[in-house]
């Protein structure tokens, strides 16, 4: 980004009048002068006494444009990993429920075009047919305008929701995609096990076999994979917040990039970072819940 | 006495994919099990005594198909629905397999495996399924079965796992127990444990009991009859004392002469 042209003082101020003696002025005040190298050790060093800076795009405090980007973008991909991972392995137990029947081929062919598909363009479809057509759903935005704001809360929650829906839909969608696909893998390596035999000689239904004997040990895999697929969840994210106007991280991170807002764009990846870490060390945690008897195994 | 289980012309075969012909794995199976009557199956590895054991529980695997007749407790179970053919397994016919380790759910404790036998019958109240389940446990010899009942599988030895699977196929008093080798992945000492428990649970139940095996001497001590399958067919169904006396046919010879000891050396 550094060696890329430009920077705040040459694209912010654009088109405008003001002369390059006096952008040249600011840049020398700002720093802009210095070499990246060094500028970067600045800023490593105030990030150490915790100052993240000031986002000159926008005006404001870095700290204080993640603090409202954050949960936003925790909301949307969130709701897009509970309900595409419910989903995803509904699919997959349906599929081997109903295995080489025509249950299983449709779920296939829809779950290897969500993986195929890119998800700009479910988006974009979406929000062609569902938004802009139908009128379902809200193409954009957090929430409704006007006097949205004086509503009840419940009617709030009900509007965000709402304009949640198209944009976690489609996320949620990908993430199924996936996890339908490997779901269904590591069901059918397990239905081959002696104790799925044993379940079935117990006289159980084909569905309480599938959910009971063959989904606890065929889930562990699953998560970790989800843990590793969180970083290019957050990356899809970025696309979908672009595309649907949702203010959080993936389109601040976006704009703070069109504007060469250094401080904001370098506070951002940081924090995705730490995110796609904590998040890893959680899935890893929760696969050992679901599945605890990996370390005690002979 | 009229016939508990009665075989009739039973042929399994199964085609493989790429395959025109089918590959036939029972011809002609024909014997009949009375109520309490205990048989055992002989044969080889590969003599399709297995595959017997899963079609009478009607738990072939999809490409297998099954012909023939085989009435059981006033049913033909091969023309039966699926539903109908559930709700007899594990309440009127069970079975215990050979391998108690991988035979049982690695997830789940030992006594939510025997007491979900109780709920898939129809037992809705929790508490009462378990309480059952732990006394079965403890009736088929588990030790301390109250503790025993909270372990995995891995946690307990292969024949404290072997009596698990047996609690779980006698908990609800079924009249055919179908026992598929299982004693071969067990000790010696703790076969002959198993073996003892098996006769002892049969007499108590008054069940009937089909030992399937290829170890005659496992069958000798536990059974009245023996029928011997080679290679899909039945060649010889005999009081077992005859057949040890003197098989007629040579392959039955051969399982025979396999348990004697051997001679002396000179």
Known sequence: ?298 | MTALLQVEGLCVSVAHPGNSDPVSLLRDVRFALSPGETVGVLGASGSGKTTLALALMGLLPRDFTATGAVHFDGHELLSLSEGARRSLRARRISIVFQEPLTALNPRQRIGAQVAEVARAHGERNATRAHRLAVEMLSRTGLDDADERAHRFPHEVSGGERQRALLAMALLLDPALLIADEPTSALDVTVQAQVLQLLRAQQRERGMALLLVSHDLGVIATTCARTIVLHEGHVIEDTPTRQLLAAPEQPQSRALVDAVRPPEPAP
């Open chain 1, 1 to 298: 980004m550094q060696f890329a042209p430009g920077d705040p003082f040459a694209t912010a101020l654009e088109g405008s009048d003001v002369p390059p003696s006096v952008r040249a002025e600011w840049r020398e005040r700002f720093g802009f002068d210095q070499p990246p190298g060094e500028r970067f050790v600045r800023w490593a060093g105030a990030l150490a006494q915790g100052q993240l800076g000031y986002a000159a795009s926008r005006h404001r405090p870095v700290a204080e444009v993640l603090r409202e980007a954050l949960p936003r973008t925790l909301v949307l991909v969130s709701v897009a990993l509970i309900v595409g991972f419910a989903l995803g392995i509904a699919a997959a137990l349906g599929q081997v429920r109903y295995r080489r029947r025509w249950p299983d081929r449709l779920l296939g062919a829809i779950t290897l075009a969500g993986v195929a598909v890119p998800e700009f363009l479910v988006a974009l479809l979406a929000m062609t047919w569902l938004g802009a057509r139908w009128r379902i759903f809200p193409v954009a935005g957090l929430g409704s305008l006007g006097d949205a704001a004086a509503w009840p809360l419940w009617e709030r929650a009900i509007d965000f929701l709402w304009h949640l829906a198209l944009p976690a839909g489609v996320l949620a969608l990908t993430v199924a995609a996936r996890v339908a696909r490997h779901q269904r893998a590591a069901l059918l390596a397990v239905m081959h096990e002696d104790f799925i035999r044993t379940a079935r000689a117990k006289g159980l239904r084909e569905w309480d076999v599938l959910v009971r004997h063959a989904l606890p040990n065929a889930i562990g895999p699953v998560i970790a994979l989800l843990g590793l697929a969180l970083p290019s969840l957050v990356g899809g994210a970025v696309l979908i917040e672009r595309i649907f106007g949702w203010p959080g991280m993936g389109l601040t991170l976006f704009d703070a990039l069109l504007a060469r807002d250094y401080p904001l764009v370098l506070a951002a990846v940081l924090l995705a970072t730490i995110i796609a870490v904590v998040a890893r060390a959680l899935t890893d945690a929760v696969a050992e819940v679901v599945a605890p008897r990996r370390a005690s195994a002979q």
